[in-house]
């Protein structure tokens, strides 16, 4: 049981680049969640899905997107990177109901130039 | 929006003595879920210990206990007989009930250093 897996775990990207970051779980959670932690701003959520097919936008979505595409997957997609986005990105899954603790992948460092 | 306010950015806290960290949350809320995570060097968040609002008994996870006070918002976590693995980050959080969009609402945090 590995829990929520993120891949890579670490990433330079140019200004402009494209790049897709993936997220596992094998806990059979219903929802899934995207975070940037930003020194000093904690963490902030960019994309949820609530559950298989569905995705919405959380605090801070512009610059990103999402795919769910299974039930155990949830990807994050960079378009065109900034600068902005240079930050540690966190995937979390959560069950429905009850007090639906997220839990969380080890993250991806991402580094745009 | 519900926002989360961890007032302390460091702690420190002498090996084997007993330190409290702050939260408080703005809401308007009745029932909620409230959590403490920590954060090491190696990045991973891990849950320490959760409360339900309508519970009115703290919550409480071997050394590591909170002080609920919902007339005050205020969700602070006590870890005693601190160890120098308890050294990290530390983030409050905060999600509703009935928010159907499953949003959790995370504090700034509070860096914790144990002295050995």
């Known amino acids: 049981n590995a829990g929520v897996t993120q891949t890579p775990k670490f990433q330079v990207l140019k200004t402009g680049q494209s790049m897709t970051l993936q997220c596992a779980q094998d806990m059979n959670h219903n929802s899934m969640y995207w975070y940037r932690q930003d020194p000093g701003m904690g963490l902030r959520l960019i994309y949820y899905?609530?559950?298989?097919?569905?995705?919405d936008k959380g605090e801070v979505p512009n610059g990103y997107n999402v795919s769910r595409l299974n039930k155990r997957e949830f990807s994050l997609r960079l378009e065109s990177a900034a600068p902005s986005q240079t930050s540690v990105y966190f995937c979390?899954?959560?069950?429905?109901?009850?007090?639906?603790?997220?839990?969380f992948g080890p993250g991806t460092r991402l580094l745009v130039l | 929006a519900q926002t989360v306010t961890q007032s302390q950015p460091e702690m420190s806290v002498q090996e084997a003595e007993t330190v409290t960290l702050s939260c408080t949350y703005d809401?308007?809320?009745?029932?909620?879920?409230l959590f403490w995570y920590k954060q090491p060097p190696s990045r991973q968040m891990i849950l320490v210990i959760r409360?339900?609002?309508?519970?009115?008994q703290n919550a409480t996870e071997n050394r590591f206990s909170v002080n609920f006070q919902k007339a005050a918002k205020s969700f602070s976590l006590k870890i005693s007989d601190s160890q120098l693995g308890d050294a990290a980050m530390y983030f409050c959080a905060y999600r509703s009930v009935a928010n159907t969009g499953n949003q959790f609402y995370f504090g700034t945090g509070t860096s914790l250093t144990v002295i050995p």
């Open positions: 809401t308007s809320e009745s029932d909620y879920y």
């Open positions: 899905s609530a559950s298989e097919g569905t995705t």
């Open positions: 409360q339900e609002a309508y519970k009115q």
């Open positions: 979390a899954s959560s069950e429905a109901g009850g007090l639906e603790t997220q839990y």
